[in-house]
Every structure is written in C-alpha cells, then in structure tokens.
Nanobody, 118 residues
C-alpha cells in the first residue's frame, strides 16, 4: 500500500508561483509513474502533468510552458512547479502514483487546494 502526502497548495495572485510536493511512502513499493491531476468546481478531474521513471513527461496543453514536473527518486517525491498562475488554474490538485508490485494500482493523495486570485 502506498500513501501519498501532498503539500504546497494555497492562495496566490495571478502571475504568481506555487510549488506542490507529494511524498510517497509504504512498506514496500516501486513507483513507475507519478502525476498531478486537478479538479475545478463543476468540472471533471483532469491530468495536468505526469513523469515516468525514464524521465518522460507529459503536460496538458493548458499548462505547457508554465508548469514543470520533477521527481526526487531518493525521496519518492514528485514536485509540480507552477509559474505564471492564472485564475483558471484554481482547483483541487491531486497527486497520483502506481506501484509495480500491485498490478492495476492507482493511489491518490488527499488533494491540496490551489486558488489563484485575479
């Protein structure tokens, strides 16, 4: 079982920056991919960014050039550097990860609120 603990959310003005962190822990696990999703009020949860062990990254079109995902494998932690924030980025951001020792696993953090004011 993998537990994901998020931090770094908050209130920021448009044009500002936030850095989200997600630390994974568990008895025995090996994560192949970690990512960030977000869910805005009244909208479906969407993938924001993802990073795989080989370094491959994915970004949604809406955040390309503004957000950067990275990993510290020694700490089992994924980060999302969020720059040039706009009000449309306001959402609950969720950390997500798999565990290769648990086929089909899909673990979620509790979510952290990001609010961008105009």
């Amino acid at each position: 079982q993998v537990q994901l603990v998020e931090s770094g959310g908050g209130l920021v003005q448009a044009g500002g920056s936030l850095r989200l962190s997600c630390a994974a822990s568990g008895r025995r696990f090996s994560i192949n991919r970690m990512g960030w999703y977000r869910q805005a009020p009244g909208k479906q949860r969407e993938l924001v960014a993802r990073i795989i062990n080989d370094g491959t990254t994915y970004y949604s079109d809406s955040v390309k050039g503004r957000f950067t995902i990275s990993r510290d494998n020694a700490k089992n932690t994924v980060y999302l550097q969020m720059n040039s924030l706009i009000p449309e980025d306001t959402a609950v951001y969720y950390c997500n990860a798999n565990d290769i020792y648990s086929p089909g696993s899909n673990f979620w953090g509790q979510g952290t609120q990001v609010t961008v004011s105009s």
